[in-house]
């Protein structure tokens, strides 16, 4: 029993009472010939090409199918169930001529015969280098487990839902589709996890000197380029001289290439691969799965890298094991939530050049550990040809940055981070690569496709000027499942953030949508399902526990990867994107809450009279029922063109205004007060970071700097700007009380800030928003400006009212009790008045108020928000929970007792 190697077959059909296979070979199908790029320069970027020309209307594309089907008669002959075709695949089943299928005797590749006994098309996908082929029967292919299949025939995610109901058919067909394709790796490589291995063997390695032909010291390459017509490995080791080392290719585009010991490629050497296709155009590309790059030191090669050879000798030494969520106390896991630190380690240094691992790990991560934070999220880490794209157009996905350090640098910096109790998240671009074919993966092989879209339409991002992966191929997702598994296993990361998944759930990319159309626009013509299936199979690998490894304790222990996390940046608010795959979700754990950032940031333009109640808790609430990530800022916020929070409240004023106290130097006489614009936006500052905490979701996440209210922008060293780092650094002194920073409010608002998240560690606020579709708040007024609502049993309240106080303001509990002030905005020790006495405590009194059991009087100083945690209850009056005045409604404040 066979299947059709599906980046070699796109269809099978019958002509003239023969089977006729059509091919994707390297430009499509046997009569179509690979379509040029014209050559450009681009403005910014290294290597970009003018994507082609898209095609006329209504001429006919190929594009590859996963699994192609074997016609009835030979899967009947063969006992292999009928299965699904791909949308580009039409198969006709009747009649049928007689087919074999023929196996080699030293091969065991199986072919596709016609009745004249003519190949048509090898049956199997690309195996591993001596790896006997697989062997598909009924027997080989998994037990459904438990929870792995919709129940009666219908998934959780429309059954828990009825506005999926009219979509149920789609969504299962996007769920079949996964696990067909989930069934055929496993049948043909033994598991997922084993499948996602794959860099164990692809790329440079020593080569295994008990093996017959090899000897100590021999290097084997392996690549797949179908559009290849020569392939050869070259570098300073034998003085850039391509066909050297020539390679050797399967039926399959798999080549392999041995570099005796003799050759002199050791660890640490320069290498690239000397391409020459079938039409005799010659270039030279950077392995695909190269773990280390380095600039070119040619003339006349600025700006472009080379890769090296790494051979695993140097091993890092690892002195924490991976964090368990396992591993948390039942005590300290009660208030467990995810507090995220996003991070660039380029950009970390506070001197114009670029930060390094090692920097990072020594002197912030211990400050980053005590303010509170938990996970410290790494971005721009796969290797990336222009620094300016802020590490989102990635040229090769499985070295770590080159310009911070090299790879166990890297892993110092996450071993640094377990020491210190923090997960470590990667924030991984899989939605698309960077269009640099010199030193990228754009015309590897000198065809369209290799692991992308060879439609134009399909293989661009129109914006972006970036390549889409196709991710109904095998080989693409041999390719990035590997890269997941990699990151995961080599370097420990305990997470992923999956950057841009809008562009990849649509086959519109998303581009110039709003999704203002309701449910309907999220599947069905406008969804790219083999996305979707990468995205579940993705999620379904990083979570396999199938492994056995060494702990430190040198104790073999089984590896569950129970504990990685999965975030989403999602834009559309597609239904199920945090479901569980066999719900028919994508799988994912979180979702960024994208929403309240950009309005946020509308707002802080704006005077006060805006900043009502009832606008702040849209802003904060608008958010799917799916467990998401709460943010006042990430560095999209804050990237050139745009400005950070702080800056867009203070301005121009940060600059020199920022002083706490009087100058010194000014007459005693001459009066003195803080700049206005610097005290309203350090308390709105303060404020925002409060309510969107407790509001927004049901994890936290700030970026690297904005918790002491950076100022300016962030702009990356680029032609535009002469290559400055004016803007591509943190000014850490700033927040420094002995330094730079003395007198200043930024070591204020940091206090703050690891204040705020010490008070979601003891007092559970994020965890209280858990299985919350929106968050309610009990008491919004904006006649006032006040708002109140509960985090569990803490009673949160804010007076947004830019000069009012309110010296006695009843707000309604849901509980009777004792209320403890157990963190204010407007403390002296964060830059505010002190106007509150520190653990003062109020009791409810009377009868139900703002619809809650009873009420609580509190002095509310303006422009300030408080959190009071419950620390003794009891009962309110039974017959007081009908009685409601006006002031419930909203209106009214004589306090009267009309019900």
Not at 312 to 324: E, K, L, P, Q, V
């Amino acid at each position: 029993p066979v299947r059709l190697a599906m980046h070699r077959t796109v269809g099978v059909s019958l002509t003239n009472g023969r089977v006729v296979v059509r091919r994707a070979d390297t430009g499509g199908d046997e009569m179509s010939t690979p379509q040029q790029h014209t050559k450009t320069k681009t403005t910014e970027g290294v290597g970009g090409d003018t994507p082609p020309t898209p095609p006329p209307v209504g001429a006919p594309q190929i594009s590859p199918a996963f699994p192609v089907p074997l016609p009835t008669s030979v899967a009947a002959a063969q006992g292999v169930p009928g299965e699904t075709a791909g949308p580009a695949v039409a198969v006709v089943r009747t009649p049928e001529p007689a087919v074999n299928v023929n196996v080699a005797p030293a091969t065991g590749v199986a072919s596709l015969l016609d009745s004249n006994g003519v190949v048509a098309s090898p049956l199997v996908p690309t195996q591993t280098r001596g790896a006997p082929p697989p062997q598909l029967s009924s027997a080989a292919k998994p037990p459904p487990s438990r929870g792995e299949r919709p129940v009666l025939g219908k998934l959780a995610l429309t059954r828990n839902d009825p506005s999926l109901a009219p979509y149920e058919h789609l969504l299962k067909a996007r769920w079949e589709k996964q696990q067909s394709r989930y069934e055929t790796i496993v049948a043909n490589e033994g598991s997922l996890r084993t499948f996602a291995s794959a860099y164990k063997t692809f790329g440079l390695h020593p080569s295994d000197a008990k093996k017959p032909g090899y000897e100590k010291g021999d290097v084997t390459y392996t690549e797949y380029a179908p559009g290849a017509a020569k392939l050869s490995l070259m570098g300073d080791f034998n003085e850039w001289t391509p066909g050297e080392f020539n390679g050797t290719v399967d039926e399959f585009g798999k080549w392999t290439v041995l570099v005796p010991a003799s050759a002199g490629l050791v660890n640490g050497s320069q290498v690239r691969v000397a391409i020459t296709t079938a039409t005799g155009k010659y270039f030279t590309r950077i392995p695909a799965w190269i773990r280390q790059v380095t600039p070119c030191l040619f003339e006349g090669a600025a700006g472009h890298h080379n890769g090296v050879y790494d051979d695993g000798g140097d091993d890092y030494m690892w002195r924490h094991d991976a964090i368990s969520d396992d591993d948390e106390d039942d005590e300290k896991s009660k208030n467990y939530a995810l507090k995220i630190y996003e991070a660039h380690i380029g950009m970390s240094s506070e001197q114009p050049r670029y930060g390094t691992y090692r920097e990072f790990a020594d002197s912030h991560l211990v400050r980053i550990a005590a303010l509170g934070y938990n996970v410290v999220q790494l971005m721009a880490i796969g290797d990336h040809a222009y620094y300016a794209s802020f590490g989102y157009q990635v040229t090769n996905f499985f070295a770590p940055a080159h310009r911070s350090g090299k790879p166990n640098d890297l892993k110092y910096l996450i071993d640094t981070a377990h020491g210190l109790g923090m997960k470590v998240f990667m924030d991984v671009v899989h939605a698309h690569a960077s269009d640099n074919s010199v030193d990228g993966l754009n015309h590897f092989d000198g065809t369209d496709s290799h692991y992308f879209h060879d439609d134009p339409q399909k293989g661009w991002h129109s914006l972006w000027g970036t390549r889409m992966f196709n991710y109904g191929s095998y080989e693409t997702l041999r390719f990035l499942l590997s890269n997941l598994k990699y990151w995961q296993t080599e370097f420990k990361f305990d997470g992923f953030r999956f950057d841009g998944v809008t562009a990849m759930l649509y086959n519109h990319r998303g581009i110039h949508w709003d999704f203002h159309g309701g449910v309907n626009e999220f599947y069905g013509e406008h969804a790219d399902d083999d996305a979707c299936a990468y995205l579940m199979l993705a999620n379904k690998m990083l979570r396999e526990d199938e492994e056995t490894v060494i702990g430190l304790d040198g104790v073999e222990k089984t590896s569950k990867n129970k504990s990685v996390t999965t975030i989403a940046e999602e834009v559309s608010g597609q239904p199920g994107v945090c479901r569980p795959v066999w719900h028919g979700g994508l799988g994912f754990d979180l979702r960024l809450s994208m929403g309240p950032p950009d309005k946020w940031g509308q707002l802080a333009h704006e005077p006060d009279f805006n900043w009502s109640p009832s606008r702040i808790v849209e802003i904060c609430t608008s958010r799917t029922a799916e467990p998401a990530v709460g943010y006042l800022e990430s560095h999209d916020q804050s990237l050139v063109g745009d400005k950070t929070f702080a800056f867009r409240l203070m301005d121009g004023a940060m600059y020199a205004c920022m002083g706490k106290f009087k100058p010194e130097g000014l007459p005693e006489h001459q009066d003195w007060q803080v700049h206005p614009q610097i005290e309203r936006g350090v308390a709105l500052h303060k404020i925002a970071r409060l309510l969107t905490l407790t509001l927004a979701g049901e994890a936290w996440m700030g970026f690297m700097g904005n918790e002491f209210g950076h100022l300016d922008w962030v702009d990356f060293p680029r032609e535009g700007n002469g290559e400055s780092f004016a803007h591509a650094r943190r000014q850490w002194s700033l927040r420094d009380v002995n330094g730079a920073g003395k007198g200043l409010f930024y070591h204020d608002l940091e206090r703050f800030d690891g204040a705020l998240l010490k008070c979601d560690a003891s007092h559970g606020l994020l965890v209280a928003n858990k299985n919350e579709e929106r968050k309610r708040v009990h008491h919004i007024k904006d006649d006032t400006g006040v708002l109140a609502f509960h985090c569990g049993t803490n009673l949160i309240v804010c007076n947004l009212h830019p000069h009012e106080s309110y010296p006695y303001y009843k707000v309604g509990s849901e509980f009777g009790g004792k209320y403890k002030l157990v963190l204010d905005t407007d403390a002296t020790e964060f830059g505010g008045h002190g106007r509150l006495a520190a653990n003062q405590s109020a009791s409810t009194e009377n009868g139900a108020c703002d619809w809650q059991g009873t009420g609580v009087c509190l002095y509310l100083p303006s422009r300030s928000a408080q959190v009071y945690a419950l620390i003794d209850t009891w009962d309110a009056p039974d017959e007081l929970y009908s009685t409601h005045t006006d002031n419930d409604f909203g209106y009214g404040s004589d306090g009267g007792d009309d019900t």
